[in-house]
């Protein structure tokens, strides 16, 4: 009696604990929008609508573009009337995003994305905005009818008379849907951005890059991250911050997956800034730089001889980017927890069209901004992951890429300061030469090909751990690491390093005095110090480049999926 009352009980419990199977991942393709954005393909309705989105991670809110809105031009427009299954909510949610704004009213909707095999994801009951106006420099035009919004709004949000909630969004949906699911969990494979810093509120495109509307731009690797795309026991997660009170946005749009990250290093030729303290970040795809306060983005460009600043920018009114010579060395490397993800000119530096380069590092011109943003380029050069859990602190990891980090290391060695000038046939010769010598003859070409392609997106990151691959080699941010004094500010220790190699640049004289021998290599080689002329020290001679710095051009890859595709 009492023993199978209590073996029901537990087969009870062992069926309802069972009940809930991980979600098998969808790959959810994301195509570039004639005006430089990545987009996906989204139905709405019970009678669909298709329309392209773009995503933000700044935002928690679907937002769709409607009929009323006379401003959102070349895109196609949600109708309501036309859905049997909108229900109308009360509430005119006004939302400003990047150097945009728009407002609208609120209903209920069913929506679906579109996978790359051509079944879908419902997500029903979604409360979307839907967008009546906007102003410019907003998304709605050229394609993109709306915003996948991919934020949490755990932190409840105010907007004009609308309270948003948790589960006004994907997420706390999906746990309504699937209540013994713990874990909304995705990951995001991207390909650099086409987008240059421009003088207009529109997007400017790099010479080139209109062919490549269309263009697989990466993979939104939905429900699971796609464990062959990174390695999974490199990920560094990172506790998306809770309640930040100061940023670059007002209070309604705060990035609820904003993380505190570790610091970063700058090389440019052979002088090295760095802000060793905790810097707060949002990591989002909507953008596609690297944007930071003014005072630090300023700190890398003053140290580019021949830079020069301007009202060029990807967020215009909002931040500036730096005119720089094309042959501009330049290695941008974050730290996360215990590994460095570096970046260098061949995304960081781009072609105007004109003969003259510009720097993808913007500066917020207000100055009371001390939040940064990495959007899709800095995401193009590694793996991220973003996981919401039904209860708890979401958290965003980041990874190195699988498939190109062996091959990249070593392209990099070879080819890393070579490639980006260089036209790519000339590459492809560098890598046969390589190649040959490594006795892979027998597969040569097809991995040439494949290298050649890895090498657009991925060679120039080196993310490694600290001290694993080098144990001698000291991390410059743990404690005691050779500085001598803390740092002169407070808020942004700003701290010269030099490197005195083992063939100095002649202008170095200065670096020569201070600094002792070190052997090769950045940054493990380096010797810190502290300057009080900044200027002096990092404006000294920038050695000389080999040519490169172009950014490769992307494969106008013309993927499956297609707007007239989608049914
Ligand atoms: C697409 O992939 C999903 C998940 O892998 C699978 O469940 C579905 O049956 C596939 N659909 C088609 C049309 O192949
Ligand atoms: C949208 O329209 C409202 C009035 O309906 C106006 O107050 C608001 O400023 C407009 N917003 C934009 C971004 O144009
Ligand atoms: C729809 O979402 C709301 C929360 O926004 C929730 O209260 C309601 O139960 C949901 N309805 C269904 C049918 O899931
Ligand atoms: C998912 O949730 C479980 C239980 O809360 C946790 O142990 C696990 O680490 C989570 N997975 C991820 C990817 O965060
Ligand atoms: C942007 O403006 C600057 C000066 O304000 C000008 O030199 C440059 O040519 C302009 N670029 C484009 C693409 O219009
Ligand atoms: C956010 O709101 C708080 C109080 O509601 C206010 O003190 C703070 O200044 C606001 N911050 C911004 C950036 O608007
Ligand atoms: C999506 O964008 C492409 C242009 O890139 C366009 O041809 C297609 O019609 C759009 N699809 C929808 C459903 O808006």
């Known amino acids: 009696m009492f023993s199978s009352k209590t073996s029901l009980l537990l087969s009870l419990c062992a069926s309802y604990a069972a009940a809930f199977t991980p979600p098998a991942r969808l790959d959810i393709p994301l195509l570039l929008s004639p005006g430089g954005r990545p987009m996906m393909g989204v139905g709405m309705s019970t009678q669909t609508q298709n329309f392209n989105f773009t995503l933000t991670t700044s935002l928690g809110y679907t937002v769709v573009a409607g009929k009323g809105c006379q401003e959102c031009s070349n895109t196609n427009l949600y109708d309501l009337s036309l859905s049997p299954s909108a229900k109308s909510l009360s509430g005119k949610p006004a939302v400003s995003l990047g150097d945009g704004g728009f407002q609208g009213s609120l209903i209920k909707e069913n929506c679906k994305l579109y996978t790359s095999n051509g079944s879908s994801w419902p997500y029903p009951n979604q409360t979307i905005i839907v967008a009546d106006n906007q102003s410019q420099g907003s998304p709605f035009t050229q394609s993109i009818s709306g915003l996948l919004g991919l934020g949490t709004l755990k932190n409840p949000t105010d907007s004009a008379g609308f309270s948003a909630s948790f589960d006004d969004g994907l997420y706390g949906q999906y746990y309504i849907r699937n209540p013994d699911a713990s874990n909304f969990t995705f990951g995001l494979d991207l390909k650099p951005s086409p987008v240059i810093p421009g003088n207009g509120s529109d997007l400017t495109l790099g010479p080139n890059a209109k062919s490549l509307a269309d263009g697989n731009v990466g993979t939104l690797h939905w429900l699971q991250p796609d464990q062959s795309a990174y390695q999974a026991d490199k990920v560094q997660w990172k506790s998306v911050q809770t309640s930040i009170t100061s940023g670059y946005l007002a209070n309604n749009t705060q990035p609820d997956l904003t993380v505190q990250l570790d610091g970063w290093a700058a090389k440019i030729g052979s002088n090295n800034v760095a802000v060793t303290d905790p810097i707060l970040v949002n990591v989002d795809p909507y953008y596609p730089g690297i944007y930071m306060p003014m005072s630090e983005a300023r700190l890398i ?28 060395q330049l290695q941008f490397t974050v730290v996360i927890s215990q590994q460095r993800f570096t970046v260098d000119q061949s995304v960081l530096i781009v072609h105007q069209g004109d003969g003259t380069c510009l720097s993808i590092i913007e500066g917020f011109t207000d100055s009371s901004v001390t939040q940064y943003i990495f959007g899709q380029n800095f995401i193009s050069q590694l793996y991220v992951i973003f996981n919401i859990p039904k209860s708890g602190i979401s958290s965003v990891g980041f990874a190195p890429r699988t498939v190109s980090s062996t091959a990249s290391r070593d392209i990099g060695a070879i080819v890393g300061g070579t490639v980006g000038g260089v036209a790519g046939v000339v590459a492809l010769g560098l890598l046969a030469f390589y190649l040959i010598r490594r006795r892979q003859d027998n597969t040569f070409f097809k991995r040439a090909a494949e290298i050649e392609e890895e090498h657009k997106v991925a060679s120039t990151v080196e993310p490694y751990t600290f001290g694993a691959a080098s144990p001698s080699l000291p991390n410059p941010y743990a404690a005691g690491a050779g500085y001598a004094s803390p740092p002169a500010s407070a808020h942004a220790p700003l701290l010269g390093m030099h490197d005195a190699g083992a063939a100095p640049p002649p202008t170095y004289e200065e670096a020569s005095e201070s600094g002792l021998p070190s052997p090769r290599g950045y940054p493990r080689d380096a010797k810190m110090g502290y300057y009080t002329d900044r200027r002096e020290t990092m404006m000294s001679g920038v050695a000389g480049g080999s040519g490169s710095g172009g950014s490769p051009p992307v494969s106008p890859d013309r993927s499956a999926f297609t707007g007239s595709s989608i049914v």
């Open 301 to 328: 460009h003053d140290a580019i001889s021949g830079s020069q600043q301007t009202q060029q920018s990807t967020i215009p009114g909002q931040t500036n980017s730096w005119i720089v010579p094309c042959d501009t």
